[in-house]
């Protein structure tokens, strides 16, 4: 089972502090200045350890602990709970820093049932001033609900703040900390036998990696992959030239690193986990092309420019490029004259 933990803080969050968490978890996902994500899933974590990294941040330190991200931020960021909220879906740790408040498992749904509808904080104030006026005042009215009302309510967003409302969120936390590099990884609750499985997954990988380096305004230059069977793990990575940022880009690398690491078994293997790391970030430039000024390309310049674009299409159908004889400028020049003349190579 999942453990996240979100930590809000009264004052901005510094690099010491993020720089202690990597010493817990390389699982370190800041969400703004004073709040960040940790992963700590299968670490072996004690009070007196979040008490230490407690004393790292330099404000006031709420904690909130849960098997989601959603119930984990709502936890730590509600400043105090109403009184209907049940004792026994939480427990609750305070110290002169700071507090900790851990959600036990599968007490998510009655843990948000009687906060209000504004601490579901994927809610638009649209969507809550909707909500109220059709007469829900708390999360838990709008989770006893189906899932088609509040699709019929709200549009497509509805199934997904169905989910939210009982306590399912899926979202696995990325390492964005340090900023040179993205780290996602997804330790599955049953093993994983096929291929398509595994391709399913790394699909919504890259769709949350690109989002993050579009965010970013970044391309990644190495991708890595990680397979884990059991307590064995396989390693594979691919470099790229130009960067990337492109979801299609990244799932298409990401099923060809895959491919090569199971084509190396033997037999069908169970994976039991895996990470993705995108590192060697460099920030996104462009430049507006001038059209109404006519500037020459030399010969070298334009050499450069054309192993330009055969490295992107290397990196976007590798395997699939492959290169010709150079024609010479004579024979290029008699082209001119005659347009039936074959190129030597034909």
């Not at 780290?183 to 036998?193: I, K």
């Not at 990680?226 to 880009?249: P, T």
């Not at 674009?309 to 001119?336: C, K, M, W």
């Not at 039936?340 to 034909?346: A, D, F, Q, S, V």
């Amino acid at each position: 089972m999942r453990r996240i933990t979100f930590w809000f803080s009264s004052k901005p969050l510094s690099d010491d502090f993020y720089n202690a968490c990597l010493d817990l978890t390389p699982l370190v996902e800041p969400s703004d200045i004073q709040g960040v994500y940790l992963d700590l899933t299968g670490c072996r974590i004690n009070r007196e350890q979040i008490t230490r990294l407690g004393s790292c941040a330099k404000g006031y330190i709420r904690i909130g602990m849960a098997a989601s991200r959603l119930a984990a931020r709502i936890a730590a960021v509600t400043p105090d709970l109403p009184s209907s909220t049940r004792p026994k879906d939480y427990r609750l740790h305070s110290w002169a820093e700071g507090k900790l408040i851990e959600i036990l498992p599968q007490r998510e749904a009655p843990f948000l049932a009687s906060l209000p509808l504004e601490g579901l904080y994927p809610l638009r104030p649209v969507q809550i001033k909707k909500l109220r006026r059709a007469g829900f005042s708390c999360i838990g009215d709008i989770a006893a609900l189906p899932s088609y009302e509040l699709v019929r309510m709200l549009g497509e967003e509805g199934l997904h703040i169905s989910n939210l409302a009982r306590g399912i969120d899926h979202t696995p936390v990325i390492g964005l900390y340090p900023p040179s590099r993205m780290l996602y990884q997804h330790n599955f609750e049953s093993a994983l036998d096929n291929e398509l499985s595994v391709q399913q997954i790394l699909h919504q990988a890259a769709a949350q990696l690109a989002a993050q380096l579009r965010r970013k305004n970044s391309v990644c230059q190495r991708i890595s992959l990680e397979l884990q069977r059991d307590s064995y793990k396989d390693q594979a990575q691919r470099s790229l030239q130009a960067g990337s940022q492109e979801e299609q880009f990244l799932r298409h690398v990401l099923e060809g690193l895959s491919k090569s690491i199971m084509a190396q078994y033997e037999t069908e293997c169970r994976i039991t986990g895996l990470t993705i790391i995108l590192d060697q970030l460099a920030p996104l430039s462009w430049s507006q092309p001038d059209l109404f000024s006519y500037r020459p390309i030399s010969s070298v310049e334009s050499k450069s420019r054309l192993e330009q674009s055969l490295i992107r299409l290397e990196n976007r159908f590798p395997g699939s490029l492959s290169r010709g004889i150079a024609i010479a400028r004579r024979e290029r020049v008699l082209a001119l004259w005659d347009p039936w003349r074959l190129t030597p190579h034909e």
